[in-house]
């Protein structure tokens, strides 16, 4: 049981008979909002702070102010703060237990501010530092592939057009695809950091106070770049929730198709790669099996990430200005999409490192399906056929290899002569894997060298972003 002045809402006065007992846990948001706390401690600090600035209260309440609210951080912090559902939410919680502890002065707290511009400012304030170690996860995944890709420069393997094996690559050349998705993402979260990182403060209910508050200055204080230009847009918008959603439904997109790859590849039928034991496992009924759960989760979670976009959406779509309890709806979604993205990109990170990679068995498959026809084409052109003319003969030949059972590097060069009289030996060395990637050598090409220069230059800009994070 509450004593009666910690469970009196603050909103009571206005009420004569209580609250139903269903409703207020069906409104309630505590169970989950408490997550917030501590910015929600830190938006109070700033706010008080601005208020003795100008005068609206002074500066002993502040200081008592602050005091007690530091004092209730750290119950919350030892875990011995008892949350209320009868009042409502992480706010009103803390509230009324500073006004428990400091009397009048906590009272006073809630001056020329309101839940809405309060809450709208708590959760930019989370999602902000919540981005920041969601940055420093994908660049540790980065790092990670980056020396992958390295160890695997000259590794050969079957590049893949519709899953059919279309030419020779470097598997450090298909690490660096893995990396390229990965530098958007990172962007994509930085540009959402920078659009949300405004402070709704100061717009209170909807229209702004009649006190003399001075929001750049809370806005400095809690480190946003400006105070939000519009009092109702401040408080009632989520847009940033559904764009942060959206990078993140991205970003899992991208590890769900890693997953996909690493699961084939670890099958018995590609051989490919071995996943490490501690991220693998069992069979409780099949004793044989070592099954890639960790790719596998990771690509079911990210069902429920695009579910969270598509929930936040909908929850948006239909609110009239300004905020609506609606938009209490728009925390668990985003909680979620922040543990489960954490998640996948900490494991990821951690399993990278931990792959071993069947050089012999990604050779052997690049050398089945005539993975080089495309480079006799283009020996062809080289000596003076016209493109589609090159294709047509190579055709053939492919056709004759099937038949035969025999990939192209296997005929004799009599054998090759008879599709066109302008092969001549020098041809074999084009039919090889190591001919075959490293003629791919421009600006992004397979070639080794290529994916080495790409590697530096991607450990460049790895280190200037670290350098400013
Ligand atoms: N728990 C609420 C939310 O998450 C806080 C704001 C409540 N404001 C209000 N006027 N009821 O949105």
């Known amino acids: 049981m509450h004593d009666m002045t910690m469970t009196a809402k603050p909103w009571a006065g206005r009420f004569n008979a209580p609250t139903d007992a269903f409703v207020e846990a069906f409104t309630a948001s505590v169970s989950f909002d408490q997550r917030l706390y501590a910015y929600d401690i830190q938006g109070s600090i700033a706010h008080a702070t601005m208020l003795a ?7 002993v309440e502040r200081d008592a102010i602050i005091a007690g609210l530091e004092a209730v951080r750290a119950e919350i912090d030892a875990g011995a703060f008892n949350w209320s559902i009868p009042l409502e939410d992480v706010h009103m919680n803390i509230e009324t237990a500073l006004t428990a502890r400091i009397g009048e002065a906590g009272k006073k707290l809630h001056t020329g501010r309101s839940r809405n511009d309060q809450v709208a400012t708590d959760v930019r304030l989370w999602l902000r530092a919540e981005i920041d170690v969601i940055c420093l996860e994908i660049l540790r995944l980065q790092t990670a592939l980056l020396d992958l890709a390295e160890r695997e420069l000259n590794t050969i393997m079957p590049g893949f057009t519709h899953l059919q094996v279309a030419q020779p690559i470097t598997f450090g050349h298909h690490l660096l695809a893995w990396f390229a998705m990965l530098e958007r993402d990172y962007e994509r979260l930085i540009d959402c950091r920078r659009r949300l990182n405004v402070m709704p403060l100061g717009a209170a209910a909807l229209a702004g106070t009649t006190y003399p508050i001075d929001r750049h200055y809370t806005a400095q204080l809690l480190g946003f ?7 109702l847009d401040a408080v009632s918008d989520r847009d940033f929730a559904i764009e942060f959603t959206a990078a993140a439904a991205i970003l899992m997109m991208h590890l769900s198709r890693y997953s996909e ?8 039928q590609f051989n490919f790669i071995e996943l490490a034991d501690s991220f693998c496992t069992g069979s409780s009924i099949m004793p044989q099996k070592k099954n890639p759960d960790v790719p596998e989760l990771v690509r079911g979670k990210t069902g429920r990430i695009f579910g969270h976009l598509m929930g936040l959406l909908t929850l948006m779509k239909s609110q009239p200005l300004a905020y609506n309890k609606d938009n209490q709806e728009d925390k668990e979604p985003l909680f979620d999409t922040v543990d489960n993205l954490k998640g996948a990109l900490r494991v990821y990170a951690d399993m ?4 071993t990679c069947h050089r012999q068995q990604m050779r052997t498959a690049a050398q089945q399906g005539f993975s080089t026809a495309t480079d006799l084409a283009d020996y062809l052109v080289r000596r003076g056929i016209a493109f589609r003319d090159a294709h047509e003969i190579v055709g053939k030949a492919v056709a004759f290899g099937v038949r035969e059972g025999r990939d192209l590097s ?3 060069l009599s054998e090759l002569q008879q599709f066109s009289t302008m092969i001549t030996d020098d041809v074999f060395t084009v039919l090889t894997l190591e001919g075959s990637v490293a003629a791919r050598d421009h ?8 994916v080495r220069a790409a590697i530096v230059r991607a450990r460049v800009r790895l280190q200037a972003i670290s350098a400013v994070q």
């Open 410 to 412: 296997e005929f004799t």
């Open 261 to 268: 790859e690493l699961i084939l590849w670890s099958s018995a």
């Open 225 to 231: 770049e400006r105070p939000a230009e519009n009092s």
């Open 53 to 59: 600035q100008q005068g609206i209260v002074t500066t």
């Open 443 to 450: 600006f992004g090409g397979t070639a080794p060298n290529q």
């Open 352 to 355: 990278m490192g931990n792959i």
